[in-house]
């Protein structure tokens, strides 16, 4: 057997393992993980809104939750399984294409690996703090975004990296919230196989949540451009101090209220993706 057959042989048991039903287990078990935190980030920051306090709103803030409960060790372990889950299937998204007519395009297949290694990163944090490291996963995210800029604006042309890199994000942000309004997640769905009443609760939970998510993303993109311009890692904030900045608004703690539930939304929304995704 030459080594052409060989290859193609490897390239077909990945394929089949990324078509499995533990492929297809381990992403909708992503999908409730996701759900979790961002229901968990939400019911934070509503704390904060209605009480001027509270821990931080952010994924180490979720997390901390979770080891506080009964059972934490156990819940941590299987969220962080659950996670990369979802990075495992992101990453055969990358390697096989999505579902769908145009799964197969480059820009969606470089999606999912961006998405992969994203989600891997977060299931490591998380794994890691469930197995001791009282420094990873619960750390704040405030202070790393915070460290990460310091160092970028020291390199050369750090400045523009930075600014690019904030820039990205916000515009990732508008790009998410009006996928949402848009609701462009009615690709990904199994519309045929929901009632009536549950299509329009997926509807909401989908628009409503995937706009806070999105201004949340596009806000603290703005911090990073910011930041950039006049050279104060200072500036730059995480999930946690972004969302405290609503309450700095006009509109006062009710933004920051609106933006909570939504987030809140958001986490029902993944649970909607965890039993009805096209995967």
């Given at each position: 057997?030459d080594?052409?057959?060989?290859?193609?042989?490897g390239?077909?048991?990945?394929?089949r393992?990324?078509n499995?039903?533990?492929?297809?287990?381990?992403?909708?078990?992503?999908f409730?993980?996701?759900?979790?935190?961002?229901?968990?980030?939400g019911?934070?920051?509503?704390?904060?809104?209605?009480?001027?306090?509270g821990?931080?709103a952010d994924?180490?803030?979720?997390?901390?939750?979770?080891?506080?409960?009964?059972?934490?060790?156990?819940?941590?372990?299987?969220?962080?399984?659950?996670?990369?889950?979802?990075?495992?299937?992101?990453?055969?998204e990358a390697?096989?294409?999505?579902?769908g007519?145009?799964?197969r395009?480059?820009?969606?297949?470089?999606?999912?690996?961006?998405?992969?290694?994203?989600?891997?990163?977060?299931?490591?944090?998380?794994?890691?703090?469930?197995a001791?490291d009282?420094?990873?996963g619960?750390?704040?995210?405030?202070?790393?975004s915070?460290d990460?800029?310091a160092?970028?604006?020291?390199?050369?042309?750090?400045?523009w990296?930075?600014g690019?890199?904030?820039?990205?994000?916000?515009?990732?942000g508008?790009?998410?919230?009006?996928?949402?309004?848009?609701?462009?997640?009615?690709?990904h769905?199994?519309l045929s196989?929901?009632?009536?009443?549950?299509?329009?609760?997926?509807?909401?939970t989908?628009?409503?949540?995937?706009a806070?998510?999105?201004?949340?993303?596009?806000?603290?993109g703005?911090f990073?451009?910011?930041?950039?311009?006049?050279h104060?890692?200072?500036?730059?904030?995480?999930?946690d101090?972004?969302?405290?900045?609503?309450?700095?608004?006009?509109?006062?703690p009710w933004?920051?209220?609106a933006v909570?539930?939504?987030?809140?939304?958001?986490?029902?929304?993944s649970w909607a993706n965890?039993?009805?995704?096209?995967v």
């Amino acid at each position: 057997m030459d080594t052409r057959s060989v290859a193609a042989q490897g390239r077909g048991r990945a394929r089949r393992a990324a078509n499995s039903t533990a492929m297809e287990a381990g992403a909708r078990a992503g999908f409730v993980a996701r759900g979790v935190i961002y229901l968990l980030v939400g019911a934070l920051a509503l704390r904060i809104a209605l009480s001027g306090g509270g821990k931080q709103a952010d994924r180490g803030g979720a997390v901390a939750e979770v080891s506080g409960s009964p059972f934490g060790g156990i819940l941590l372990w299987a969220l962080g399984l659950a996670l990369a889950g979802m990075a495992v299937w992101r990453l055969s998204e990358a390697l096989f294409g999505q579902t769908g007519p145009d799964g197969r395009e480059p820009a969606k297949r470089a999606m999912a690996a961006g998405r992969s290694v994203f989600y891997g990163c977060v299931a490591y944090s998380v794994l890691s703090f469930a197995a001791g490291d009282s420094g990873s996963g619960s750390g704040s995210s405030d202070r790393q975004s915070q460290d990460v800029t310091a160092r970028a604006l020291d390199w050369p042309g750090g400045q523009w990296i930075v600014g690019v890199a904030g820039g990205a994000v916000a515009c990732a942000g508008l790009w998410i919230a009006v996928r949402a309004l848009l609701r462009k997640f009615h690709e990904h769905l199994k519309l045929s196989q929901m009632s009536r009443r549950t299509r329009r609760a997926v509807d909401f939970t989908g628009v409503f949540g995937g706009a806070a998510r999105g201004i949340v993303f596009a806000t603290a993109g703005g911090f990073a451009v910011a930041a950039a311009i006049g050279h104060r890692p200072d500036r730059s904030k995480g999930m946690d101090d972004t969302l405290r900045s609503f309450t700095g608004t006009p509109a006062g703690p009710w933004l920051l209220v609106a933006v909570a539930l939504g987030l809140v939304a958001f986490g029902v929304f993944s649970w909607a993706n965890a039993r009805y995704r096209e995967v």
